[in-house]
């Protein structure tokens, strides 16, 4: 018997929550949780595969930030049940989330997809990659300085998950180049009004983040027909 993937389910319209319990228990494939209702206690979010979660619960962001323990560290992606974008931008930009947006109202068979293919990348993607003197998790788009750099002064870099995926496709072709063919088909699968011109956007983006804090330890070189990544291994 295959282990369920766990939900953790936080939607104040109860008719809502109920319709979610029953269709992802119909599944078969899922166990989903409702927090618990006691003031004090604590749940550890990185004992579910996913989160889904409403604005209105972002609109009372302290306690839900407290019971949940929402910090940098959290290995679980999100997945917000939004009435408007700005609601989820103004309540969501002061902790490090991976999260989608879903507006309502949805279909399940939509929400359905789009938790599935969360969870299925967001487990692809929880490595932890040790550049020089910094820890770069892809899943939370950080370049964090090592608890062992001898170097305080060095700051953590945030990524945009195109930075992400750019940076992780360098680090698994660090022994040779990648084309810009390989970057887009990888990262943009080839969606039309991708040109090598985005990619080279975001790759000057990406240079100018590390430029500051990390290019003694990290850089992106332009080569023929494409671009390849070069280490260095001191971490002091």
């Known amino acids: 018997m295959s282990i369920k993937k ?21 599944t078969g494939e899922f166990e989903v949780f409702l927090p618990e209702h006691t003031p004090n206690s604590k749940l550890n979010i990185n004992h579910y595969d996913i989160v889904l979660i409403d604005t209105q619960s972002l609109i009372d962001f ?18 917000i049940l939004s009435d408007t974008d700005n609601q989820v931008n103004s309540n969501i930009s002061r902790v490090t989330l991976k999260y ?4 309502k109202p ?13 969870i299925s990348v967001f487990k692809r993607n929880t490595t932890t990659y040790r550049i020089g003197p910094y820890d770069f998790f892809p899943h939370l788009g950080l370049l964090k ?10 700051q953590t870099i945030k990524l945009t998950e195109k930075e992400s995926s750019i940076l992780i496709y360098l680090l698994k072709s660090e022994a040779s180049s990648c084309s ?34 990390a290019s003694e330890f990290i850089s992106i070189l332009t080569v023929k027909d494409g671009y390849s990544l070069v280490l260095q291994t001191d971490n002091k």
């Open 100 to 103: 989608l947006i879903i507006k």
């Open 62 to 79: 302290e306690p839900i930030q407290n019971k949940l323990q929402l910090n940098a560290k959290n290995l679980t992606p999100f997945i």
């Open 180 to 213: 810009r063919v390989e970057l887009l088909d990888f990262i943009w699968g080839y969606k039309d009004g991708i040109t090598t011109h985005t990619l080279e956007t975001h790759i000057y983006r990406l240079r100018e983040k590390l430029k500051s804090e």
């Open 6 to 26: 766990r939900i953790l389910l936080i939607e104040k319209d109860k008719y809502l929550r109920n319709e979610l319990l029953e269709h992802f228990s119909a």
């Open 106 to 118: 949805f279909r399940f068979v939509a929400l359905l997809a789009k938790v599935r293919t969360e």
């Open 145 to 154: 300085p090592s608890e062992s750099a001898e170097r305080k002064e060095l």
